[in-house]
Each structure stands twice: as structure tokens, then as C-alpha cells.
């Protein structure tokens, strides 16, 4: 214990305070166990050895008390509990420290399940992994229905589950429903249950308003406690229905992530299991599997991915002072397209200010102010706006024919057609109705900045603004910096961003920027494998271990082969021997198809005629060999140009607006630990520990 503690030297105890309360209704005294870490919402509880310990003191001081009825759990404001204290994570060098931190979280949370009386866990703010798991073990469970974020994160982070929630959790709700929160939502870009969803899941008996949450829990204790109330669970099925689910999960995991990342596979396994272990086989096998994960690279690497997400996101490198920027009141979109309509309804939404759209068809602009006023409604039915708030925001998105509605916009972004002249044409006219000081902002994808805003008066006032789609999702913002982008409109870009729920990283203006020039790079020297005459299934196949959110030709139809053929022409233009053109991919496009696949999946096949004749084929691993190698290389070049200003942005990008997965790091530290960047580029990107196990 005394070594964890070392271990975890810059731990944030979280305390635990135990305070008598008289129950409603004469029920008796409950023991009232708050978790406060000092701290107000913004850092909040977690459980390290220290806290485990102050948990297990207060435990000590209630048990075998025959003046109590029950004891309970709850949390500072906002905030039940999110988890173990990962900061100590990455010191650990010991497998048996590592199998030492689960232990210790079983042996005090099961207490909860063993005072001899019933206890209770007051889910009143935020809970995630030992958080949900310290209420598992608790006799019945209350949750507040303004919890905003209820998860087991951890497979998404490189862990399981490991205090009881992968045995306690199906046991509680069935296989099915807790595979739902072990590994559904971790691998859908780790989605959060909210409060009232938690409790439709059965993980809940009760829920109560959060005004009063704590009062009307203590008034449901009572109840339970006298008789009034009984709970009761539905019986779990653990025949056919809880080995269905596992297989069917099993058979999604397999598609999605080919086996590269263990802890999915791990938390499967252990899920599957705990229909027939007893819980202390069940808590000794969830020892041995945080042990197994905490010493392994993946680990490392999703902590360092996480690291990425929760810091550096929040504070971009290069970003100029805050203090700069100007107040947005009004913006102006050019163009009524499918992205234009996406933007304005981000814009309404997030800035709450008027957004005029402008197009030169009238019937193109009142289908891109419908659209954008449709989703709204679609929010409506769903509940999440009020219909004064729809209403309110509806009247906020408008069109016009012309820009002079851009007179007092204090912000015009463009998202018209992927050319040059096009876009240097609509500055231009939009340059001669706005202010001297309106940010002009491109949502180019591959085009200069620099050239964008050349002919301008005031091209300092242009920066790129490139989002990722789909807008509402994708929470990557990469904000460009042309040659002559002033303070003031950057400083303004990175305050609209943060505005908008971004997650901003500052970009040179260099062709294609960070995401779609990774992206091209891998997708062409892939194609150029199928062009020498590799079959695309075996093409396809090669990025698997990589574990992408789907495969490189998938990720084509996605984005439409005309588009990645136009940013790969971008970047032949200005890297011809990096980038070359596929003429087959020309070809394809020319010849009007949408992707390789038809939609059953099946290779299409005037694509396969198209792409065939080639006479030299590679296997599986030499097309990754391949692609790794173009990577390390086009990622050294890009540090070297400054593109950004460290390989943590360059991994922040991909893993925010290319969902590169978390197990990874990113992709310099996987380049770093399969030799590849070494190899390729002469040396790492990463020192040696960071996103890996120490040297």
C-alpha cells in the first residue's frame, strides 16, 4: 500500500466524509459517506491509493455500528466520482503494483456489499469507471436525472472495467445491456449515457429531479427501508439471450478493430465469463486483466491519447492571446450547400447570434435555410430543445440574395466550391459589404489560405476554418494561419472555435493542412499498391491492424472519390513524387462511380475492371509495410515544415477529425513502437516512455 502511495505521489485525495443522518418517516439513522476532493466541479473526485485508503477508514468507522439502518454514498456538487487517478498509471513499472491497484479497488469497494446493513449509492452529478463501479457495489442505486455523464470509459482508454464492473454490471442488467456501456459506447468514440438513460437501463432503482435530489433519495431510502417500497429487478437471463450477446458483440469487434486493440477483447472476455465465475473469481480475473493492460503499450498510448484530448485540445499550441480576439454578434455563411447549412445550424446553435446564409438561386438558399431549420426540428421531437428555444433559433438562421446582409457581420465564412477562383471571387465581393475588421474565414479543405486572401485590401483579416464531416460531430477545428493572418482574426478564430465545442489546433498554411494530407498520403500509396496490380480486398485488408474506424476505400465512398481525387491533385500539384496521380482513380470518377463497393458491400465490378491490369501485386503486409513507411515519411516532413509545432498535434488531429484510435496514441506513437519511424525517418517522433512502456 505504502508503495502505491509513493507511486502516486501527486495524487488529489479525494476525502470521505461520513456525517449521520436522520432518515424521514422514522426510519433511523443512515451513515452519510460524501466524496469531496477539495476541489470545486472543475477537477473532479478520483480514486488513487491515498483515496482508496480514506474510503476504507470511513468504511471502518460505520461498520458493525448497530445505531445505523444504512449507509450512503454520494458526491461533491456535479460530481459523484469519474473514476481511478490515472496519473500514477504511467510510473508504474511493476506487474505486481499493476495487479496491486485492482486488488486494492476490490477489497474496499466491496465492502459496501458487506456491512451488514444496505447501503446506497446517490448517483447526484458525473460518474465513470470506479465511480459507476463503487455504486455496483452498493444494495440499491438512486440517480439524478441532470447526471450529464454516466460511463465505463476504460476499454476506450486501453483498460477493462476493473472494480467490479464487468462482473457486477451483467449480473445487474444482463450481457446485453451492459455490453451496451462496457464496450458499445467506448467504441463509439466513448459516448456518454446521460442520467435518466442509466436508469432505463435498470443500472438505477429511482431517479429523482436534480433540485432536489439528495432530500427525495433520502425520502426513498426511508421508504425501502419500512417496507413501502420493494425493488425489484427483472431476472437475467443467462442462457441463450447472455451468450447471443456476447457472440454478436464478439463478431462487431472483429469487423471494427481486427483484434488491435486487446482491451476490448479483454473486457469481452471477462464479461462473457462472469456468467458462471463466482464474484470472487470474477474480481480476481478483472486483477489479472488490469494488470495484463496497465503493462502494455496500449495502455501508454491511450493515456497519452487521452492526455492529447483533455489538455492539449484545450490549450493550442500557438494560439495568440485570448485577449485579442473580437466579439462575434452576427456571421454570415456564403453558400446554401449541404456543408453551408451544416455550419449555420452549428453557428445558431453553440453562438446563440444571427447567421445569414447568401446564394445566387433563390430555391438553393431556401433549401439550405430549410434544411438547417428541419434539424432543429428534428431536436425538437427528440426533446432535447424546448419549443421556445427551437423557435428562437429557427428565427436566427436566415437567407439572402445578396451580401450586403453581411453589412454588421462580425465573421463570414465561405463553404462554396473546391476552386480557387471561386473562392478568391467570393472574398472579393464580400470584402466590398463587410467592415474593416470582419474575419473572412474558408472552410477550404486543401487550398491556400495565402493565395485565398492575396488580391484582398485586408488579407490579414483571412484565416482557414476547416472543419470535419459530419460538422456537428467530428470535434476537430484545424484553424489555418495564411502568410499575412493578423493577431486579431486568429485570436478571433480560436475564441469562435472554443465557442462552438471545438477543439482547436493551429495549422501552417501548407497544401491539404494535417488531416486529409495524413489521410491522402496513406490513401495513395495504397491505390498505387491496387494500380501495380494488388486486388483491392487484399488492399483493403492491409490497414486492418491499424484498427481505423473503416477501412481506406470505405473511408473513399464516404468522402467520394471525385473529392479525394481533387485533394490528391492539390497535393501531386506541390509534392509530386509523394502524391502521384492514380489515372485509374481519374477513371473511376470520369466513369461516375461513388466507391468500389456496391451497396451490399460487394466489390463493384466495372471498379475491379477499371483497377485491374496491373502485374505486380503485394501481399497483406507489404501494402501496410508500405503505408507505414509513406506516413513516417510525410509526418517527419510535415514536423520539419512546421506544418504544426509538435507530433502531439499532428496526433490530436487524427484522433479528433480522423477518429485514429485511441489504443494507438494516435499514429506517431504506433510508427514509434513498430520501428517503422526509425527505420524511415532515422529516428522517433516520441522520447521513449511517452505513449509506451518505459525504456
Same mark, same amino acid.
Given at each position: ?5 509513493? /507511486? ?11 456525517? *449521520? ?7 433511523? @439513522? ?19 491509493? #491515498? ?68 447501503? $446506497? ?49 451483467? #449480473? ?54 419500512? !417496507? ?21 458483440? &464478439? ?41 495484463? %493492460? ?5 495502455? &501508454? ?27 462575434? @454578434? ?11 447549412? +451544416? ?24 433549401? !439550405? ?5 428541419? =434539424? ?14 427551437? #423557435? ?25 466550391? =473546391?476552386?480557387?477562383?471561386?473562392? +478568391? ?25 495565402? =493565395? ?20 456537428? /460531430? ?12 493578423? *493577431? ?27 488531416? #486529409? ?30 484498427? %481505423? ?20 491533385? @492539390? ?56 503505408? %507505414? ?32 484510435? $485511441?489504443?494507438? !496514441? ?16 532515422? &529516428? ?12
Amino acid at each position: 500500500m505504502s508503495n502505491l502511495g509513493e /507511486v502516486f505521489g501527486d495524487e488529489v485525495v479525494t476525502h470521505a466524509y461520513v456525517r *449521520d443522518v436522520a432518515l424521514p418517516h422514522g426510519a433511523g @439513522t443512515l451513515a452519510l459517506i460524501t466524496l469531496d476532493n477539495g476541489h470545486d466541479h472543475t477537477k473532479p473526485n478520483t480514486f488513487g491509493p #491515498n483515496g482508496l485508503a480514506e474510503l476504507d477508514a470511513a468504511l471502518d468507522r460505520v461498520a458493525g455500528r448497530d445505531d445505523i439502518v444504512a449507509v450512503g454514498v454520494t458526491g461533491k456538487p456535479f460530481i459523484f466520482a469519474v473514476g481511478a487517478d490515472l496519473k500514477g498509471v504511467p510510473l508504474i513499472s511493476d506487474h505486481a503494483d499493476a495487479r496491486a491497484i485492482g486488488r486494492l479497488g476490490h477489497d474496499v469497494f466491496r465492502r459496501l456489499g458487506e456491512l451488514g446493513v444496505p447501503s $446506497f449509492a446517490y448517483y447526484n452529478g458525473a460518474a465513470m469507471g470506479g465511480g459507476v463501479e463503487i455504486g455496483l457495489h452498493c444494495t440499491y442505486r438512486t440517480i439524478s436525472s441532470g447526471v450529464p455523464a454516466f460511463a465505463l470509459p476504460e476499454a476506450f482508454l486501453g483498460l477493462v472495467p476493473g472494480w467490479g464492473g464487468t462482473y457486477l454490471l451483467p #449480473n445487474l442488467i444482463g450481457a446485453e445491456k451492459a455490453l451496451k456501456v462496457v464496450i458499445d459506447n467506448p467504441l463509439a468514440q466513448n459516448r456518454m449515457l446521460k442520467g435518466r438513460q442509466a436508469y432505463e437501463l435498470g443500472i438505477a432503482d429511482a431517479i429523482f429531479d436534480s433540485a432536489d435530489f439528495l432530500e427525495e433519495s433520502l425520502a426513498w431510502t426511508a421508504r425501502v427501508l419500512n !417496507g413501502e417500497i420493494t425493488v425489484t429487478r427483472p431476472e437475467v437471463d443467462k442462457g441463450k439471450a447472455w451468450d447471443d450477446a456476447i457472440a454478436m458483440a &464478439r463478431w462487431n469487434l472483429e469487423g471494427r478493430l481486427h483484434g488491435a486493440a486487446p482491451s476490448f477483447t479483454r473486457a469481452l472476455d471477462l464479461v462473457a465469463a462472469a456468467k458462471d465465475r463466482s464474484r470472487d473469481e470474477g474480481f480476481a480475473a478483472e486483477d489479472e486483466a488490469l494488470a495484463d %493492460l496497465i503493462m502494455s503499450d496500449e495502455l &501508454r498510448a491511450g493515456l497519452y491519447a487521452f492526455d492529447l484530448t483533455q489538455k492539449r485540445a484545450k490549450r493550442p499550441a500557438g494560439a495568440p492571446d485570448t485577449s485579442l480576439a473580437r466579439k462575434v @454578434t452576427k456571421v454570415g455563411v456564403v453558400g446554401a450547400g449541404l456543408m453551408a447549412s +451544416q455550419l449555420a445550424l452549428l453557428f445558431a446553435r453553440r453562438l446563440e447570434v444571427p447567421v445569414v446564409l447568401t446564394d445566387l438561386d433563390q430555391d438553393r438558399l431556401d433549401k !439550405g435555410v430549410g434544411y438547417a431549420h428541419g =434539424e432543429i426540428d428534428k431536436l425538437l421531437g427528440k426533446g432535447r430543445l424546448s419549443p421556445d428555444k427551437a #423557435n428562437r433559433l429557427k428565427a436566427l438562421i436566415t437567407g439572402s440574395l445578396t451580401k450586403d446582409a453581411f453589412a454588421d457581420a462580425d465573421f463570414v465564412i465561405e463553404a462554396v466550391f =473546391e476552386e480557387m477562383s471561386v473562392k +478568391q471571387k467570393v472574398f472579393a465581393e464580400v470584402e466590398e459589404h463587410v467592415s474593416a475588421d470582419c474575419v473572412l474565414a474558408t472552410n477550404t479543405s486543401s487550398l491556400s489560405v495565402t =493565395e485565398m486572401a492575396a488580391g484582398l485590401r485586408h488579407p490579414e483579416r483571412v484565416v482557414g476554418f476547416h472543419f470535419f464531416n459530419p460538422v456537428a /460531430v467530428l470535434p476537430l477545428l484545424e484553424i489555418v494561419r495564411g502568410e499575412r493572418t493578423g *493577431d486579431a482574426a486568429l485570436a478571433t478564430a480560436f475564441a469562435t472555435g472554443k465557442a462552438l465545442k471545438k477543439s482547436c489546433v493551429l495549422v501552417k498554411d501548407a497544401p491539404a493542412f494535417v488531416v #486529409n494530407r495524413v489521410l491522402l498520403r496513406l490513401l495513395a500509396e495504397i491505390v498505387k499498391t491496387v494500380d501495380e496490380g494488388t486486388p483491392i480486398e487484399v488492399a483493403e485488408r492491409a490497414a486492418a491492424p491499424l484498427g %481505423l474506424p473503416m477501412p481506406p476505400f470505405v473511408l473513399m465512398g464516404l468522402v467520394g472519390p471525385a473529392i479525394a481525387l481533387h485533394v490528391n491533385e @492539390t497535393l501531386h500539384g506541390a509534392f509530386p513524387d509523394r502524391f502521384p496521380l492514380s489515372d485509374n482513380l481519374a477513371k473511376m470518377v470520369a466513369a461516375g462511380k461513388r466507391g468500389v463497393y456496391l451497396p451490399d458491400f460487394s466489390l463493384a465490378p466495372e471498379v475491379v475492371a477499371i483497377f485491374g491490369g496491373g502485374t505486380s501485386p503485394s501481399t497483406e503486409e507489404q501494402v501496410l509495410d508500405r503505408a %507505414l513507411a509513406a506516413l513516417a515519411d510525410e509526418i517527419r516532413i510535415m514536423l520539419d515544415e512546421g506544418v504544426v509545432a509538435a507530433p502531439e498535434d499532428i496526433d490530436l488531429c487524427m484522433i479528433l477529425g480522423a477518429g485514429w484510435p $485511441f489504443h494507438l !496514441g494516435g499514429i506517431t506513437p504506433y510508427l514509434d513502437r513498430s520501428g517503422i519511424a526509425e527505420r524511415t525517418t532515422g &529516428r522517433r517522433f516520441l522520447a521513449p516512455g511517452t505513449a509506451s512502456l518505459p525504456a
